[in-house]
């Protein structure tokens, strides 16, 4: 069974670009979740995508944003580039179960490695 | 907002030492994952607890639920080179709609 891919794996950007990060999910997972991971905050949530409608929304500013297609493979993106956006962004893919105290375990991509100069 | 607290952030260790990390909440958590990232690596599922006071185990490793639901730790016995990395929790709050949020992680380095 293929893990999570994500796409590409490490990108050059400027300050004021946009950039995509694309993200397939396992086969059959219908949940498709994003992290900042950076070395001082940790794993931050970005938002999290269940059969093509957000589900969930961290707390980031509007010029990170993301989607799903009915294939559930999504993409996010960050337009206006600051140097702050430099970070590791993660893919997570899960079943999406939504069990009163059961969470599915999150199956996380290599991640893109997103540089801003 | 809600957080997960995590720490210590650091923890170095001589090959065959104990390890412990601890995770805390204000609020109660519906339940914690951990999860264990190598270096360079993307953070792997280790484990699930649900209930109150719940332990588990995986070899050396020992999982534990507060009775309140508030706090978890891992503890490692006997630690290997194999056991490098970051070690994360992640809890999630309230009903069925809240997503995980993690803690900043412990980082982990075994001198052998």
């Known amino acids: 069974k293929a893990g999570v891919t994500q796409t590409p794996r490490y990108l050059i950007k400027t300050r004021g670009q946009q950039v995509t990060l694309s993200c397939s999910p396992i086969s059959g997972h219908r949940s498709v979740s994003w992290y900042q991971q950076t070395p001082g905050q940790g794993l931050q949530f970005l938002f999290e995508?269940?059969?093509?409608?957000?589900?969930n929304k961290g707390n980031f500013p509007g010029r990170f944003s993301g989607r799903q297609f009915s294939n559930s493979r999504s993409e996010m993106n960050v337009s206006t580039l600051e140097l702050g956006d430099s970070a590791l962004y993660l893919c997570a893919s899960s079943l999406g179960l939504r069990l009163a105290h059961f969470t599915g375990e999150l199956f996380f991509g290599e991640g893109s490695r997103l540089t801003v100069l | 907002g809600q957080q997960v607290m995590q720490i210590p952030q650091y923890q170095h260790v001589q090959e065959g030492e104990d390890f412990t990390t601890y995770c805390n909440s204000s609020?109660?958590?519906?339940?914690i994952q951990w999860y264990k990232q190598r270096p360079g690596g993307h953070p792997v599922f280790l484990i699930q607890l649900v209930k109150s006071g719940e332990v588990k185990k995986q070899k050396r490793l020992t999982f534990q639920f507060g009775e309140a639901k508030k706090n978890s730790s891992l503890h490692i016995t006997a630690t290997q080179t194999t056991d490098v990395g970051t070690y994360f929790c992640a809890g999630k709050h309230g009903g069925s709609q809240g997503n995980l949020i993690f803690g900043k992680g412990t980082k982990l380095s075994v001198k052998p």
């Open positions: 609020t109660t958590l519906s339940n």
């Open positions: 995508y269940f059969s093509e409608t957000q589900r």
